[in-house]
């Protein structure tokens, strides 16, 4: 991959000074969290139970969205309306009565060591999720300590609108006093990497589920990689290219 090039192509594309990298802002299921087929299985076995067509890629495509978007977004495509809020209530609410039985979900391989790389440049590392659990804070501190100021944490409760839309993007910048070419995103979900992309931000994708490389790089990802591990490992050639 020339990493030069893509970057190259991005500051163009964007219009925006040379990136001069201050933080880097992490989606956290399917990049921290090894928790996307604990969620694939839960929805589908939900939305199917209820009606909907929604196999497990459907999931992957919707990745990034809210419960009640992800529940309107098929109601719309299937029914050509959206669900009640009483429908939308209750199968969150069976979705993540599923999801409680399972065990708790596992590091991505390579996301600590990465996570520790960045701190060593001396970049500020920030979580933007879409997630919105009580117990998230908890588990970001236990699986990793002291690498994340609680300042530096955008999840579904700080912002009205979620991916695609820009939104926890910009929020996440507001936050952390950065400017759009002082940080860059790494997204495992082509609706993650739109909300990143529309949020003026160099977006690197690491391809961590079932979906092809492409519908991440038509989603406009400047880099895709194939793990969280295999973008740790290139860490130190990234960073020179960006530097
Ligand atoms: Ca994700």
Redesign the pocket.
């Known amino acids: 991959m020339n990493y030069k090039e893509s970057i190259e192509k991005y500051e163009q594309l964007q219009g925006h000074k040379a990136l001069q990298l201050r933080a880097v802002l992490f ?5 921290l969290f090894d928790s996307m087929p604990f969620h694939a299985d839960a929805w589908s076995q939900v939305m199917t139970e209820a009606g909907f067509n929604f196999s497990r890629e459907d999931v992957y495509m919707n ?2 969205r809210t419960g009640a978007d992800t529940i309107n977004t098929a109601s719309i495509a299937q029914f050509g309306h959206p669900s009640t809020p009483e429908q939308i209530e209750a199968l969150c609410k069976a979705k993540c009565d599923i999801f409680a039985t399972y065990p708790p979900t596992p590091r991505m391989p390579g996301a600590l060591e990465l996570i520790e790389k960045v701190k060593a440049c001396g970049l500020t590392p920030m979580i933007v999720t879409g997630s919105g659990t009580p117990t998230l804070l908890d588990r970001i501190q236990s699986n990793f300590p002291g690498l994340f100021d609680e300042n530096h944490i955008v999840t579904s409760f700080n912002v009205k609108r979620g991916k695609p839309y820009p939104d926890p993007y910009l929020l996440a910048l507001e936050k952390g006093g950065f400017a759009p070419n002082e940080a860059i995103v790494v ?3 082509p609706l ?1 990497v739109t909300a990143g992309v529309a949020a003026g931000l160099f977006t690197i994708a690491a391809n961590t589920g079932p979906l092809k490389d492409s519908v991440l790089s038509n989603a406009g990802a400047s880099l895709v990689f194939p793990s969280i591990q295999a973008l740790c490992d290139e860490w130190d050639n990234l960073y020179a290219a960006l530097s």
């Open positions: 989606d956290m299921d399917g990049v990745e990034g997204e495992n979900a993650g």
